[in-house]
């Protein structure tokens, strides 16, 4: 017993390794919302979970076996019209509460959003290009990365992401969630207000041998500072 439990828990161990837990450490507006959102629905989801078990629990215990009992037949009972509305609106008013942020959210971040599509002042627009095995990164005065992607802190980030090959998919787990990447179609993807710091970025679509190679690191340093390397 004591073996198996061991063996269960490196092997949990060992799949939990494949999660990114930067998801749940956010570090730009469009992260935190994201994040709210995961936090929100697992949490709506644990207040079911609790009062399910325990309810389970409680009537385990009330309706066991005990000598007094044991020859009682129970009597048949043909459902509760008040427990049968109960359950049946409570989970629509739960599925409520959770669309609305989450409509809310998910149409603000949206890649056809107003927001995302009118050009407005102070918004930093890069162009991303993927092909089989990298990443192109072009920034408003025609500098180019691949390696590295530079973003200034606070501002609006807007990706124009493109591919030149097959689908791809553009993921800095700490600054936003993933987005695809499309040959012959392009998706804007809003990054908004990142903080000063490094993250890891990769390609989280499988799109061939190499597809482990597309990594990147994202520099998020200050206004000041982004000009500067933009000019170098
Ligand atoms: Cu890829």
Redesign the pocket.
Known sequence: MKKHFTLTLLLVLGLLQGCNVAVLDPMSETAKEQTFLINFSFSLMMIVLIIVFLLMARFVWKYRETDKNKHVIPKDVKGNRKLEIAWTILPVLLLVVLAIPTIAITYDQSASSPAATEKQAGEIHIDVK?Q??FWTFTYENGKESSKELVLPKGKPIIFHLKSKD?I??FWIPSLGGKTDVLPGKELVYEIDNPKIGTYDGK?A?F??VN?TK?RFKTKVVSVEAYHKWLKK
Do not use: L, N
Request: proline residues 0%; negative net charge; charged residues 10%.
């Open positions: 993927a089989q095995f097959v791809h998919s390609c679509e799109c061939g597809h597309m």
